[in-house]
């Protein structure tokens, strides 16, 4: 069995403390879906799950082929990509949103139990 050590901040010295401290994950909160790494495909990816933007996808494809072909390929991108680009503005500003609101609550300050 492992247990967990809490460590009161009360001015003391630990030795030891940071053997402690680095074999436990740390205690923060984390509510984004997004990092700046992974915005993009994962939220392409949340966005041709809906089917509306599946569908006009689809037209825009098969818009490529001359055969089929009944708009210009600009006019039937249009749709789509007006719509993708404010899916995709408002999911970043309400993940920045998030990532403010974590990174106030993980540094508030709070009051440890010492005996």
């Not at 700046?36 to 825009?60: A, K, M």
């Not at 990509?81 to 408002?90: G, H, N």
Request: hydrophobic share 40%.
């Amino acid at each position: 069995n492992k247990w967990r050590i809490v460590l009161p901040d009360n001015g003391r010295q630990w030795e030891g403390w940071k053997e402690v401290s680095t074999f436990y994950s740390r205690n923060e909160i984390q509510t984004t879906k997004y990092t700046w790494f992974t915005f993009l495909p994962q939220n392409l990816l949340r966005q041709f799950h809906r089917l509306g933007n599946l569908y006009f996808f689809l037209l825009v494809v098969l818009n490529c082929f001359p055969q089929v072909e009944v708009f210009h390929r600009e006019i039937t991108m249009l749709p789509l990509v007006v719509v993708l680009l404010a899916s995709m503005t408002k999911d970043a500003i309400e993940d920045y949103r998030k990532y403010q609101y974590d990174k106030t609550i993980n540094f508030t300050t709070t009051r440890v139990y010492d005996k």
